[in-house]
């Protein structure tokens, strides 16, 4: 994957993620903020102050996250974003971390 692929394929998932959240938050109780800096899409709990990190990595061209349950690293596998280590889908992964965190259940 070239370099303008993955910062394509980055930036559609950041504003997925982006646009599933505000659905969330009108359809459900989740209290979210999102705050969007370049690459860095921060997710903020207001009820409880914890954050979630996603960002890209285009030297790696990775996506990351950072949240309470840890870091993750994700790689582009066809479609899907693919965790590095165990195998797992980033939008499932994240779905779980946010609901986790949100304390309301969320699906991306």
């Known amino acids: 994957m070239t370099e303008s692929e993955f910062l394509a394929a980055a930036e559609a998932a950041l504003g997925e993620i982006e646009r599933a959240l505000e659905q969330a938050a009108d359809d459900t109780d989740l209290d979210v903020e999102c705050k969007r800096s370049g690459n860095v899409l921060e997710i903020e709990?207001?009820?409880?102050?914890?954050?979630?990190?996603?960002?890209?990595?285009?030297?790696?061209?990775?996506?990351?996250?950072a949240a309470k349950s840890g870091g993750f690293h994700?790689?582009?596998k066809g479609d899907d974003w693919i965790?590095?280590?165990?195998?797992?889908?980033?939008?499932?992964?994240?779905?779980?971390?946010?609901?986790?965190q949100g304390g309301v259940p969320v699906t991306l």
């Open 83 to 100: 965790n590095t280590r165990d195998g797992s889908e980033f939008f499932a992964a994240l779905s779980t971390m946010i609901s986790t």
């Open 45 to 65: 709990f207001i009820d409880n102050g914890s954050k979630i990190i996603v960002n890209s990595q285009a030297p790696m061209q990775e996506l990351w996250i």
């Open 74 to 76: 994700y790689k582009r």
